[in-house]
């Protein structure tokens, strides 16, 4: 199985920074890396998909890039409505594993 | 508008079983992979199932092969999971997830989950 490692875990900024999460793959996976937010009671919400691909009505303050192992989910200035639950996915293979979630929260 | 919309959650002995079900609709249904993932209480994501749009294939994480089985009925919309032979562990609450137009195995929409607690 492919092991999806993220950091950091927490994460403590402040509305206006620009924040930068990381995840790694225990093997190549090409560009086959989606990020999902989360906020607490509420189901995942797709964020980017093909590790730059961002989906349909999220606004481009996000962004991802990398490729093979390393990838890292961008944030260009926080919003009070970003701070949630990250967590990155590979599906280049089965079983589709996430990362652990990188909890990004108000300093 | 996509709406998937589980139930059939619930407390439940160790041992024993449950069927979860998940109403589609707002999307041509049997035209998308679907996908179940749950969550532990306070954990992470986990991945536990996936069914082609037709039905055809069907993929299972290792911590549930053998006592989950994934099914849908298209001309319900509706995508099910048995869960047999419960276990503590599989406490959690169990989202279906659609898969996105070209990438089955990206979950463009969630249901708002159902929550399985299996305890004695």
């Known amino acids: 199985d492919i092991q999806m490692t993220q950091s950091p875990s927490t994460l403590s900024a402040s509305v206006g920074d620009r924040v930068t999460i990381t995840c790694r793959a225990s093997?190549?996976?090409?560009?086959?890396l989606a990020w999902y937010q989360q906020k607490p009671g509420k189901a995942p919400k797709l964020l980017i998909y093909?590790?730059?691909s961002l989906e349909s009505g999220v606004p481009s303050r996000f962004s991802g890039s990398g490729s093979g192992t390393e990838f890292t989910l961008t944030i260009s200035s926080l919003q009070p409505d970003d701070f949630a639950t990250y967590y990155c996915q590979q599906y280049n293979s089965y079983p589709i594993t996430f990362g652990q979630g990188t909890r990004l929260e108000i300093k | 508008q996509v709406q998937l919309v589980e139930s059939g959650g619930g407390v439940v002995q160790p041992g024993g079983s449950l069927r979860l079900s998940c109403a589609a609709s707002g999307f041509t249904f049997s035209s998308y992979g679907m996908h179940w993932v749950r969550q532990a209480p306070g954990k992470g994501l986990e991945w536990v199932a996936f069914?082609?749009?037709?039905?055809?294939?069907?993929y299972y994480a290792d911590s549930v092969k053998g006592r989950f089985t994934i099914s849908r009925d298209n001309s319900k919309n509706t995508l099910y999971l048995q869960m047999n032979s419960l276990r503590a562990e599989d406490t959690a609450v169990y989202y279906c997830?659609?898969?996105?137009?070209?990438?089955?195995?990206?979950?463009?929409?969630w249901g708002q989950g159902t929550l399985v607690t299996v305890s004695s």
């Open positions: 093997q190549s996976i090409s560009s086959w």
């Open positions: 069914i082609r749009y037709d039905g055809s294939n069907k």
């Open positions: 997830a659609k898969g996105q137009s070209g990438a089955p195995v990206v979950f463009d929409y």
């Open positions: 093909k590790a730059s």
